[in-house]
């Protein structure tokens, strides 16, 4: 397992933007090669996927966004500096959450990016706030 800790989070406008930064700490694995995610938390919900990004196999990686988000916000990496991003445009009251960075070191298969058990790394956990 790997550290991940998150930063950026805070309280936004409706219409506002935020850039939320997850850095990683090394590990057994190559970073370019792991499957990372984003995850929220509504008080009262459950954990859902946000974005994922995941090595194709080549020289790029496969985003996968929520429906919910999809338009709005950006899921990119940097591998020489071991940190994930997740730009967020437009935000919306709806998108009010904790949001977590996860990891997962190695490719996972499609259809288990979107799943909370899949990853075995979490991050602490940010606040994001939409609110006039």
């Known amino acids: 397992q790997v550290e991940l800790v998150e930063s950026g989070g805070g309280l936004v406008q409706p219409g506002g933007s935020l850039r939320l930064s997850c850095a990683v700490s090394e590990g057994t694995s190559s970073f370019s090669m792991y499957t990372l995610a984003w995850f929220r938390q509504a008080p009262g919900k459950e954990r859902e996927s946000v974005a994922a990004?995941?090595?194709?196999?080549?020289?790029?990686?496969?985003?996968y966004y929520a429906d919910s988000v999809k338009g709005r916000f950006t899921i990119s990496r940097d591998n020489a500096k071991n940190t994930i991003y997740l730009q967020m445009n437009d935000l919306k009251p709806e998108d009010t959450a904790v949001y977590f960075c996860?990891?997962?070191?190695?490719?996972?298969?499609?259809?288990?990016?979107?799943?909370?058990?899949?990853?075995?790394?979490w991050g602490q956990g940010t606040q994001v706030t939409v609110s006039s």
């Open positions: 996860a990891a997962h070191p190695g490719r996972l298969i499609t259809s288990a990016v979107r799943s909370p058990s899949s990853y075995g790394s």
């Open positions: 990004q995941r090595w194709n196999g080549g020289a790029a990686y496969n985003a």
